[in-house]
Nanobody, 118 residues
Framework: QVQLVESGGGLVQAGGSLRLSCVAS?????????MGWYRQFPGKQRELVAT???????NYADSVKGRFTISRDIAKNTVYLAMSSLQPEDTAMYYC???????????WGKGTLVTVSS
């Protein structure tokens, strides 16, 4: 079983920055094939924000390219999402995701709320 715990969400003014963290436990980091961040707006489906695979290649949603950066610290079993130039439309619940093992099993954190005021 894999546990993912997010932190770093909060209230920020438009144009500001936040860094989200997600700590993985219950497995060794090398068994994690990919980690990523998704977000969910009220009444909408969860959508991809950014992912990083075990080889270090990252992928971003077009809406966040150039503003958000995903990174990982293997020693700390942690993945980060640095968000800058935040806008009110970035307001959402942000979820950490890990794809683990041979079957790329999906695991989710409970989410952290990001609120951007105008």
């Amino acid at each position: 079983q894999v546990q993912l715990v997010e932190s770093g969400g909060g209230l920020v003014q438009a144009g500001g920055s936040l860094r989200l963290s997600c700590v993985a436990s219950g497995t060794i980091f090398s068994s994690i094939n990919a980690m990523g961040w998704y977000r969910q707006f009220p009444g909408k489906q969860r959508e991809l924000v950014a992912t990083v695979i075990s080889g270090g290649i990252s992928n971003y949603a077009d809406s966040v390219k150039g503003r958000f950066t995903i990174s990982r610290d293997i020693a700390k079993n942690t993945v980060y999402l640095a968000m800058s130039s935040l806008q009110p439309e970035d307001t959402a619940m942000y979820y950490c995701n890990a794809k683990v093992g041979r079957t790329w099993s999906n695991y989710w954190g409970k989410g952290t709320l990001v609120t951007v005021s105008s």
